[in-house]
């Protein structure tokens, strides 16, 4: 503690002689376990009393000296500090072997040690803020961002993704301890991470986050389609550009700030983790919500728009890149939320089965017009399928969610079934 005060005023007091802090552009080391580690430092010769920090994740091959994604001219222009890490070297199967990269499962595991002491050994120099550490990625540091959204949500305010999302051996898992902001850049050409698969990973944020499943787009033609997520109560956003004539990279000047740093930097700067949040949202989408169309949003609506389903087993196919729809929940308690409008006396019943061993963990049927909670627990981590079926296509939904609790909660005007909605049993 000494040395970081003793640090900081003599930063404070080198600017407030000279105007200026004396640029640092550098790579570190640091031992993290048994494992020596590396990271190249930037900090920028306007840098801020009290600075915001940005990690900047590269890419599968890619090295901390590319200084990729994030560009040291943002930083000069913020006056932020950027530390690049480098990565560890991890196994390929496309590449047919070993290269640097990151161990992207979205646990807690050597990388969220290794930010962890990066973040504290910039710190204890440059006395940085705390509330506003960000991380953005490229490609398999793309994969990376997303990860530490489960992982390491309470060390990042606020996350950015340029051509990288979960796939492959590292697959979603999307759950974590708060809803978080999160920009994403892709462009419409690339093929090695696929473009084609966006729409699954975009849809499971959007609930994740809780957000208007109904985007504000807009359309700059030659340059982007940019989709707008906009909160609802207690989440943060998620913002998609989609960039024309781009493929796999992890630059472009086609947003609207004409740069994709820029453009992180712009989105993630307007977040810290003292923003208010209700974290025990953990995944709301009303497939009623005006607009929304959830035939076109990965689930598979039957019968007459009374039957409604989300969430496929895992398949051992690169042609998708494993990329593929489920709702995820950690061990714990949990309750699922809806209320709805119709005929009084209808029912719409909710199964929740898990992908992995089909088992169930949710089957209840609950009441139109009444406000529902349905309770259930998960003893650990899975990936889960969720059906709902309705009495009428008319009863709609004015709110569907589930959050985490603490203890069991109380089920309220809902019974427990034995029907198997596959089936339309309880119909």
């Known amino acids: 503690m000494e040395k970081r005060v003793i640090s900081g005023l003599c930063m404070m007091a080198f600017i407030a002689c000279n105007g200026l802090a004396a640029k640092v552009n550098t790579e570190r080391h640091i031992t993290v376990g048994d494992t020596e580690r590396k990271y190249v430092l930037y900090v920028p010769d306007n840098v801020r009393e009290n600075p915001p920090l940005v990690i900047s994740l590269h890419g599968a091959a890619g090295h901390d000296t590319d200084r990729s994604p994030f560009r040291t001219s943002v930083a000069d222009s913020e006056g932020c500090i950027v530390v690049y890490p480098q990565g560890l ?140 997520y906009t909160t609802g109560d207690g989440g943060f956003p998620y913002v998609y550009y989609e960039i024309d004539d781009m493929g796999h990279n992890d630059y472009t000047d086609k947003t609207d700030e004409g740069n994709s740093a820029q453009t992180m930097w712009n989105f993630m700067s307007r977040y810290t983790l003292n923003d208010q949040c209700d974290k025990t949202l953990k995944w709301r989408l009303n497939i009623d919500a005006e607009g929304f169309d959830p035939s076109l949003h990965n689930w598979k609506v039957s019968n007459g728009g009374t039957i409604f389903r989300y969430g496929i087993s895992k398949k051992e196919n690169n042609a998708d890149n494993n990329v593929y729809p489920s709702l995820q929940f950690n061990e714990g308690n949990y309750r699922l939320m809806f209320e709805s409008k119709g005929t009084d006396g209808n029912k719409i019943q909710i199964q929740l089965k898990d992908l992995n061993d089909n088992s ?68």
């Open 89 to 228: 070297d991890q196994f390929f199967p496309v590449f047919g072997g070993y290269i640097p990269g990151w161990n992207a499962s979205g646990k807690v595991n050597e990388e969220m040690e290794f930010f962890k002491a990066i973040i504290k050994a910039v710190d204890d120099e440059y006395d940085i803020d705390l509330n506003r550490v960000y991380c953005c990625g490229f490609s398999n540091g793309g994969m990376m961002t997303y990860a530490n959204t489960s992982a390491a949500a309470d060390i990042f305010a606020a996350f950015a993704s340029i051509s990288g999302f979960p796939l492959n051996e590292f697959h979603q898992h999307t759950v974590g301890e708060r809803p978080v902001p999160f920009l994403h850049i892709h462009g419409k050409q690339d093929d090695f991470v696929k473009y084609s698969c966006m729409p699954v990973i975009r849809d499971n944020m959007v609930a994740r986050n809780g957000c208007n499943p109904v985007p504000e787009v807009t359309v700059v033609n030659g340059r982007y389609t940019r989709s707008d």
């Open 360 to 427: 169930i963990i949710l089957n209840m049927i609950g009441e139109v017009g009444k406000p529902v909670v349905m309770p259930f627990s998960v003893d650990k981590y899975s990936e889960y399928k969720i059906t709902i079926v309705k009495d009428n296509a008319e009863d709609k939904f004015t709110s569907l969610a589930i959050h985490s609790a603490e203890t069991p909660a109380e089920a309220l005007n809902c019974e427990f079934t034995d029907a198997d909605p596959d089936t339309n049993i309880h119909k």
